[in-house]
């Protein structure tokens, strides 16, 4: 009998033992199903967003050899286009871009201008030709890049911060006193333009975003990316070698002066327009070092830091 209940005993099942987890490792956690649904994008959404009227009148920095600025005036006829380079002259802008010349013609037969010697940190109305009273509804800069200043990408990015802190403050007074008049700045996609934080450095400017949205140059009929250091040639001395800039993903980022931007409800996010699917702007950039707010110290002598349509490849080609 006692056999018996020995066996009895053995056939009862056994409780497992509870595992337990080693030290210092965490409890996995089960991943969460974003709630944001992907947006079915509609065939009009596939339509270039053009951030401007032909009324508007608007100033464009950094123009590189004018191809933009020409097709605002031939193809989206813009009535009051003021394109500004930072070549000391006409001559030495053609001599850079070749391409020039024939722009310049067209841009002020379409009553356009063309103003040499601008320094995007250093623009007023004075050296621009503007009344006090008057200012710009749209104010573009297209690709802001120094250019192959350094080699090191710390270094790169802090160039290209100080580069935009100065063009924010310096463009600020001259946007129009109408409601909603806007400054816009288009970069390529990815790093080290995302580390820029130019979200940021436009707060501390006194201006917010209002919008972004996918570039498309093929919005603007004739515009070509230009480099910095010039017309690249090919091997056998043919033009336009090398990669296209005009062909690389960008996103134009639209800053208006604070408080007049969208205002979102309690707890919503900004949605990024976008011409391909919506986007959701969760301002997830690091911050602009407070310790360096100060004019004095954030900005340095940025006139050999402007450039026209450029990128980090500009000068190490």
């Given amino acids: 009998m006692g056999k018996n209940k020995r066996i009895q005993k053995s056939s009862k099942k056994q409780k497992p033992h509870k595992l337990t987890r080693p030290a210092g490792i965490s409890k996995p956690q089960p991943k969460q199903q974003s709630k944001t649904k992907k947006k079915h994008v509609q065939p009009s959404q596939n339509k ?12 464009l920095v950094g123009e590189g050899d004018l191809s933009f600025a020409r097709s605002l005036v031939e193809n989206h ?11 000391g002259s006409e001559e030495e802008l053609i001599e850079k871009y070749p391409v020039a010349e024939e722009n ?4 002020k037969e379409k009553s356009g201008a063309v103003k040499c010697a601008i320094d995007v940190g250093k623009m007023d109305r004075k050296k621009l030709g503007r009344a006090k009273s008057e200012g710009w509804d749209r104010i573009f800069f297209n690709f802001p890049h120094v250019g192959g200043k350094s ?5 790169q990015v802090r160039y290209n911060q100080e580069l ?13 006193p109408t409601s909603g008049s806007s400054i816009l700045v288009t970069l390529f996609e990815g790093e080290p333009y995302t580390l820029w934080n130019i979200r940021d450095l436009a707060r501390h400017s006194g201006l917010e975003v209002n919008r972004s949205f996918r570039f498309q140059a093929k919005a603007y009929p004739g515009y070509k990316h230009a480099r910095t250091l010039g017309v690249v ?17 960008a996103r134009t980022y639209e800053f208006v002066r604070k408080g007049e931007g969208v205002v979102m409800g309690k707890g919503k996010k900004r949605v990024e327009e976008s011409d391909s699917e919506s986007e959701i702007d969760e301002d997830i950039e690091e911050p602009w ?14 006139n050999e830091n402007n450039t026209e349509d450029s990128d980090e490849q500009s000068e190490d080609d």
């Fill in 48 to 59: 270039p967003i053009i951030p401007f009227t032909p009324t508007n009148k608007i100033l």
């Fill in 289 to 302: 070092d407070e310790a360096n707010e100060e004019d004095d110290t954030v900005l340095q002598d940025t």
């Fill in 151 to 155: 080699k090191d990408v710390n270094r």
């Fill in 77 to 87: 006829n813009c009535q009051d286009v003021m394109a500004t380079v930072l070549e």
């Fill in 233 to 249: 040639k090919g091997k056998h001395g043919e033009t336009g070698a090398g990669w296209k800039g005009e062909e690389r993903d």
């Fill in 104 to 107: 310049i013609k067209i841009i």
């Fill in 164 to 176: 935009l802190v100065s063009f924010f403050k310096s463009a600020h007074p001259l946007l129009s």
